[in-house]
């Protein structure tokens, strides 16, 4: 069973910074890719960040420059360092993860955890 929990969301001022933390259970980290989306309200979930196995990261390009995802193994922990946060970034953060299952693609999600930036 995968498990996927999301922590260090919060309210903040614009120009601030937030850390946002997930840890991964169920034998799914080391390998795999981790991402982080978000769903601001009456939008579709879209791709912020995700890191792969090796390192090697992409970003959302409304986020570039702002935002930095990393993970530690040991730990089965992926973070996004958020800096100089805008309104536009509220929504809520939602952990991701994925294998295949006989080549299907089986997707896991966290919980999320609500950012909100105030102007």
């Known amino acids: 069973q995968v498990h996927l929990v999301e922590s260090g969301g919060g309210l903040v001022q614009a120009g601030g910074s937030l850390r946002l933390s997930c840890v991964a259970s169920g034998n799914i980290f080391s390998n795999n890719v981790m991402a982080w989306y978000r769903q601001a309200p009456g939008k579709q979930r879209e791709l912020v960040a995700r890191?792969?196995?090796?390192?090697?990261?992409n970003y959302a390009d409304s986020v570039k420059g702002r935002f930095t995802i990393s993970r530690v193994n040991a730990e089965s922990t992926v973070y996004l360092q958020m800096n100089s946060l805008k309104p536009e970034d509220t929504a809520v953060y939602y952990c991701?993860?994925?294998?295949?299952?006989?080549?299907?693609?089986?997707?896991?999600w966290g919980q999320g955890t609500q950012v909100t930036v105030s102007s």
């Open positions: 991701n993860t994925w294998r295949f299952i006989r080549a299907v693609r089986t997707d896991y």
């Open positions: 890191i792969g196995s090796d390192g090697s990261t």
